[in-house]
């Protein structure tokens, strides 16, 4: 009896791992953020190119990978995605050698806005840190990051006008 129940339990074991998948092109929620797809062009608020950035829609639509570049050389990359066990958006950046962000939150009015903490590499130091992606009217999108100091007031990080390329 003991060996059927382990031959069941064997048997049954692949079905456990292939989960039926749902069709996240589908979801609202998962939809959220598709403002943000595309390959810009980034400027500060002066007008002055920074970098360049691609957000591509990933896995069926159930995520967005973000694969930054600046013009003095540095790059990023994150993987963004939307948790329907949580109701939220969480994002994952890490860049070359200098910081990882975990952030998370969702939609408020037509902006994504995310909050969480940055951690700087170099100085094993880590802050509260929050960002902001707004659409803006004439098809561009802000981007507006900020980071406690620590008196607890919140500092320009940095902001970024994403322009279709």
């Given amino acids: 009896?003991?060996?059927?129940?382990?031959?069941?339990?064997?048997?049954?074991?692949?079905?456990?791992?292939?989960?039926?998948?749902?069709?996240?092109?589908?979801s609202?929620?998962?939809?959220?953020?598709d403002f943000w797809v595309g390959s810009w062009e980034v400027r500060d608020a002066q007008g002055k190119l920074q970098g360049y950035n691609v957000v591509t829609a990933i896995q069926g639509g159930c995520a967005l990978q973000e694969h930054w570049q600046s013009l003095r050389g540095g790059t990023g990359?994150?993987?963004?995605?939307?948790?329907?066990?949580?109701?939220?958006?969480?994002?994952?950046?890490?860049?070359?050698?200098?910081?990882?962000?975990?952030?998370?939150?969702?939609?408020?009015?037509?902006?994504m806005v995310l909050s969480g903490t940055i951690y700087y590499l170099?100085?094993?130091?880590?802050?509260?840190?929050?960002?902001?992606w707004t659409p803006l009217p004439d098809g561009r999108v802000r981007q507006f990051f900020e980071e406690q100091d620590?008196?607890?007031?919140?500092?320009?990080?940095?902001?970024?006008?994403?322009?279709?390329?």
Avoid: K, V
Avoid at 150 to 165: I, K, L, M, N, V
């Fill in 77 to 111: 990359q994150s993987i963004n995605y939307y948790h329907p066990g949580h109701g939220e958006w969480r994002q994952l950046w890490t860049d070359a050698g200098a910081s990882i962000i975990d952030i998370r939150g969702g939609l408020e009015g037509e902006a």
């Fill in 150 to 165: 620590t008196s607890g007031a919140w500092q320009p990080w940095f902001e970024g006008f994403y322009g279709r390329r």
């Fill in 122 to 132: 170099g100085s094993r130091t880590e802050r509260p840190f929050r960002g902001r």
């Fill in 28 to 33: 609202a929620a998962h939809r959220a953020f």
């Fill in 1 to 26: 009896m003991r060996t059927l129940a382990i031959i069941l339990l064997l048997l049954s074991w692949p079905a456990r791992g292939q989960q039926e998948a749902i069709d996240c092109e589908a």
